[in-house]
């Protein structure tokens, strides 16, 4: 299923569609490789939150199952093979990215477009509930703020370089 707006197509992919597996491996390298661009820099990860990133473009653009996929691998994939995340944290970063596939692919499939305040819109959902669910989790409103009190960057990041991704880069 496609839609067509501002030549923007957005689609929701089948797990027996082959391109689900394409995409989402491309979407899995890509967050394999910007969280070590982003760990050069000192307090990279927690700065740029670069394992969503590639998580949001895929949902949204390509729909819930693609997204899910790379929000599931990704993470796990980081952690066996670079130990970041740490074992430790993966239950609330695989919250966060679920959450941000909901998000996303809601949003694609509801309004039909990629505009900045849509991509607002998901970034604040997934990390509003994801906050809550950490302080849960962890028990600390402290601990749980990190993305707010650190990562607005990366917010910004997967607001501004998501929309030219998907509206620019990836039209088609």
């Not at 689609?11 to 491309?26: G, I």
């Not at 906050?131 to 849960?136: F, I, K, N, Q, R």
Request: hydrophobic share 55%.
């Amino acid at each position: 299923m496609q839609a067509t707006r501002q030549n923007v197509q957005l689609y929701s992919l089948a797990y027996s569609d082959v391109k689900t597996y394409l995409f989402a491996a491309a979407f899995i390298i890509g967050n394999i490789a910007l969280p070590q661009l982003c760990h050069l820099i000192p307090q990279g990860g927690f700065r740029f939150l670069p394992i969503y990133f590639f998580t949001l473009i895929a949902a949204y653009k390509y729909g819930w199952r693609v997204g899910l996929l790379t929000a599931l691998a990704s993470p796990i994939l980081n952690s066996l093979l670079f130990g970041m995340p740490a074992a430790s944290v993966l239950p609330s970063i695989l919250i966060k990215s679920t959450l941000l596939v909901a998000g996303a692919s809601f949003a694609a499939s509801r309004f039909h477009k990629a505009s900045l305040g849509l991509l607002v819109a998901v970034v604040a959902f997934y990390q509003v509930l994801a906050t809550l669910a950490e302080w849960v989790i962890c028990g600390s409103f402290y601990a749980a703020i990190q993305d707010f009190r650190i990562g607005l960057p990366g917010m910004l990041l997967q607001i501004v370089g998501g929309w030219l991704i998907i509206n620019r880069l990836i039209r088609k």
